[in-house]
């Protein structure tokens, strides 16, 4: 069974904090992974990819990963109302998967001014 | 979306008839999928293409079926649409080559309801 688990929220920060997304995930074979961000009544869209150890900044955006923990992060850094989404953590476990993506259940985030 | 339509965005639709939601691509890419989202369950996985002719399903099949007779479009049909069949579709295509995976990029999305 391949799951990915993000913590449930709503997460709520004021305007200019940090906010941390964590996700874990099952398979120790994971090769990709990734963070999508949802407006309400849009589409997903693709903000961080991020496929070995260690940080990835872009931006006031920095994903996180660990793979011998299996939990990979994403901080957003001087948080402002416009990324006041909902994020979604996504998993390819390679192999034979033919590039398939596993998805959390997003946590929706609300940044207050 | 650049790269990936999906038509219609809205459509109301009867119980019991069938219905066909269109994915349109020109990135050439070779996986293409179909998901529902609804409240409390997230994307979920109805039908994947990975090739002209090639699809297989995904964990919500039931009631759903699909057909790629070319790279560009990939097409879901409700075969015989129910109020369960209530939710927000999204196509996605994958650029994946085998060596690295680089996500997908979804469509605006299909809101369907079924009265």
């Known amino acids: 069974q391949k799951e990915v688990e993000q913590n449930s929220g709503p997460l709520s920060v004021p305007e200019g904090a940090i906010a941390s997304l964590n996700c874990t995930y099952s398979?120790?074979?994971?090769?990709?992974f990734f963070w999508y961000r949802q407006y309400s009544g849009k589409s997903p869209e693709l903000i961080m990819s991020i496929y070995s150890n260690g940080d990835k900044e872009d931006g006031r955006f920095t994903a996180q990963l660990n793979k011998a923990s299996q939990y990979v992060s994403l901080l957003i850094r001087d948080s402002q109302p416009s990324d006041s989404a909902t994020y979604l953590c996504?998993?390819?476990?390679?192999?034979?998967?033919?590039?398939?993506?596993?998805f959390g259940r997003g946590t929706q985030l609300t940044v207050w001014p | 979306d650049a790269g990936i339509t999906q038509s219609p965005r809205h459509k109301v639709t009867e119980t019991g008839t069938p219905v066909t939601l269109r994915c349109h691509q020109t990135?050439?890419?070779?996986?293409m999928y179909w998901y529902r989202q609804d409240p409390g369950h997230g994307l979920r996985l109805i039908h994947y293409?990975?090739?002209?002719?090639?699809?297989d399903k995904g964990e919500v099949s039931d009631g759903y079926s699909v057909s790629r007779s070319k790279t560009e479009d990939f097409l879901l049909t409700l075969e015989s649409a129910t109020s369960s069949q209530t939710s927000v579709y999204f196509c996605?295509?994958?650029?994946?080559?085998?060596?690295?995976?680089?996500?997908?990029?979804f469509g605006s999305g299909t809101r369907l309801t079924v009265v």
């Open positions: 996504a998993v390819n476990w390679g192999g034979s998967t033919l590039g398939r993506l596993y």
């Open positions: 398979d120790r074979g994971s090769q990709s």
């Open positions: 293409s990975y090739g002209v002719k090639d699809t």
């Open positions: 990135e050439n890419h070779r996986y």
């Open positions: 996605a295509i994958s650029a994946d080559s085998g060596l690295r995976n680089y996500g997908y990029t």
